[in-house]
């Protein structure tokens, strides 16, 4: 069912104007994963406060992104261990949403934008500035977007894109005092299905239950298991519900590099000389000490929990 949410049309396409792009997607390297994440928070501190506004892209080669409840999973820790021994780089993200994995066929989008003057109201109309944008990208092509949750989709909600009835993206916000984060992740290549099998392989891996070690601190197998059973709540993630653009509607010979280049061409077209000149000097990217400090910062408040 479609999110039922909803803001201006011209609020939404005012919002993308204007935009400064960074695009890493060619930085490539099995950095930690969580780099990007502190770039976004150290972003969005400085959008809050007087800079402007930024769309980020970039990709990882191979790693897992768990959502905050997935690290509270009983078996999280060995879901975890699970992945790196596959050569998967793990994190907890800070923004909303559930497991997601990443390769380079798949494109993260971070909108970073200041908070209205008239308030802060009504936060899911934020992600339809997301929405928005991704359509236009793929407007030319001639499919029609779907918004609202996607049944066996790895990492639901409402605001899920789909095409046919198979979901490509999820969406998830992270919010500032000031400014705010609006963050996808778009599969653009690759096997859909075997990425949800993945999603669904963790979650088989991370909600298993260890009722022994429970009862000991209880002394009650009983109060143990209703514990236990209490935390385990996650999605039922399905193999047929998730696929790629390039498996839903082609994109050409290199699909990621067409789906980048349409994200970019839709923020140079609302960008002009003298807003980007204004921009530019509002900009103050982040020290690379000031990146590694925020990644500890976030690897120390977003752990996973031991069981």
């Known amino acids: 069912m479609p999110a039922q949410y909803s803001t201006s049309a011209e609020d939404v396409e005012e ?24 770039l976004d928070e150290l972003l969005c501190k400085m959008t809050g406060t007087g800079g402007p506004a930024i769309c980020h892209l970039w990709r990882h080669p191979r790693a897992f992104i768990m959502g905050l409840r997935d690290s509270r999973l009983p078996s999280a820790k060995q879901a975890n261990d699970w992945l790196e021994a596959q050569g998967y780089a793990t994190a907890v993200r800070n923004s909303g949403g559930a497991a997601v994995p990443l390769d380079l066929g798949v494109i993260n989008i971070s909108l970073i934008l200041p908070k209205p003057a008239r308030g802060d109201l009504h936060f899911h109309q934020d992600f339809e500035r997301m929405v928005h944008l991704i359509r236009l990208a793929l407007q030319k092509t001639g499919y029609k977007v779907d918004t609202g949750e996607v049944a066996g989709a790895y990492c639901p909600g409402d605001f899920d894109l789909s095409i046919n009835g198979k979901k490509f993206c999820g969406i998830a916000q992270r919010r ?108 103050k990217l982040p020290a690379h000490e000031e990146i590694i400090s925020m990644m500890e910062i976030l690897r120390t408040r977003y752990a996973i929990e031991e069981q």
């Open 176 to 283: 500032q005092a000031n400014a705010y984060i609006v963050q996808a992740f778009v599969i653009v290549e690759g096997s859909g299905q075997a990425s949800a099998q993945f999603v669904h392989d963790f979650y088989a891996i991370a909600s298993q239950q260890n009722f022994g070690k429970a009862s000991a601190k209880t002394n009650s197998s009983a109060e143990a298991e209703a514990a236990q059973a209490s935390r385990v709540s996650y999605p039922q993630v399905t193999s047929d519900s998730t696929a790629s653009l390039e498996e839903l509607i082609g994109l050409g010979d290199k699909p990621v590099d067409a789906f980048i280049e349409a994200i970019k061409r839709v923020v140079r077209e609302r960008q002009t000389e003298e807003g980007l000149r204004q921009a530019s000097v509002r900009l």
């Open 15 to 38: 919002s993308l104007h204007e935009l400064l792009l960074l695009d890493r997607t060619q930085e490539i390297s099995m950095q930690d994963v969580r780099y990007a994440f502190a």
